[in-house]
């Protein structure tokens, strides 16, 4: 297949007549898939499962990340025409990857929200597929990790964040998205003596045994640097990487609830999450896009481009080449 094929392919998310392939269906028109994978789920023989999580109701600022997911799909259309740039192979013809919609839950019952993820991931990793969440707040990422934990044990988390994400919180029945990570590690979830937080420019009051790269430490380093430190810190076990897109600066990323200035540009995340290939991905998240403070869109099509690499990074050790 080649360009011309977009004057046939049309609503390839529903129409795709297999899963692996690049896709030249127009970007500006079609049913909006991840990627233009395929909508399905089924998981037979998926490598790795996209879904969304739509939720925004732990944030301590500015609502809208339950507009993310979309978002994010809309901008990825972009992308499915070549392999990703730099990487040197196709995960999107090696892998089976499916968009596998959106998790289901009550917007009015907050507190039953949690256990409706950790459920939805749970059966995506059960399936024998990974997953990569489009969010949401980042509270979510702390029923994933339960998920993911229940399955490979407590896991090495790679954070992009401006924010650490520990402050103390100790009431298990709260929804916060700025407490999430500190009940991860406390419930055993996360194993943060091998574990790093990159790109944090706000203070905190202990961080519980991450290494912390901060954001000035990052300028200062540089992207490789960083990413080598990064994989001695993580080593060859099972781990999660989470990405708030507030790691970005403001102004690569202005949509989003809490912007820091001083933040990482695109070109170094790109940067180190290439040279991050080879870590033993479990699966990952891409958090905190809030489409209401970006009228140009800038920082959905930053979380696509993150989405993407993440996609690389969990097919990079799977691949069929």
Not at 67 to 76: C, K, L, N, Y
Request: glycine share 10%.
């Amino acid at each position: 297949m080649a360009l011309e094929d977009a004057k046939t392919q049309v609503d390839t998310a529903f129409t795709r007549p297999e899963r692996r392939g690049l896709a030249y269906e127009n970007a500006f028109g079609g049913a909006v898939s991840f990627l233009r994978r395929t909508y399905t789920k089924d998981l037979s023989g998926v490598d790795l499962a996209v879904t969304g999580v739509p939720f925004d109701q732990a944030v301590t600022h500015r609502a809208g990340t339950r507009f993310g997911p979309r978002a994010i799909r809309e901008a990825s259309t972009l992308q499915p025409y070549d392999p990703p740039f730099g990487w040197g192979y196709d995960p999107l013809s090696e892998l089976s990857v499916v968009d596998y919609g959106d998790v289901a839950f009550d917007y009015a019952k907050v507190s039953e929200f949690p256990a409706a993820l950790h459920a939805h991931i749970k059966g995506i990793l059960e399936a024998g597929a990974g997953s990569l969440v489009l969010g949401g707040d980042h509270y979510i990422t702390l029923p994933i990790l339960q998920a993911h934990a229940e399955k490979f044990g407590p896991l090495r988390v790679i954070q992009f964040d401006a924010h650490s994400d520990l402050w103390p919180d100790d009431d298990l029945s709260r929804i916060d998205h700025g407490t999430m990570m500190y009940k991860a590690v406390k419930q055993g979830f996360v194993d943060a003596k091998n574990s790093v937080q990159i790109g944090i420019r706000t203070e905190c009051e202990a961080y519980h045994g991450f290494t912390v790269i901060d954001a000035p430490s990052v300028h200062r380093l540089g992207p490789e640097a960083v990413a080598a430190r990064v994989k001695e810190i993580i080593g060859a076990a099972p781990c999660y990487l989470t990405f708030d897109i507030d790691a970005l600066d403001p102004a690569f990323a202005p949509g989003t609830g809490t912007p820091v200035w001083g933040g990482l540009a695109s070109w170094q995340v790109a940067a180190i999450l290439r040279g991050l290939a080879g870590i033993n991905l479990t699966g990952g998240d891409v958090v905190e896009v809030s489409p209401p403070y970006d009228p140009t869109a800038i920082t959905a099509v930053a979380g696509a481009h993150v989405a993407m690499e993440l996609l690389c990074l969990y097919g990079w050790t799977r691949r069929k080449g």
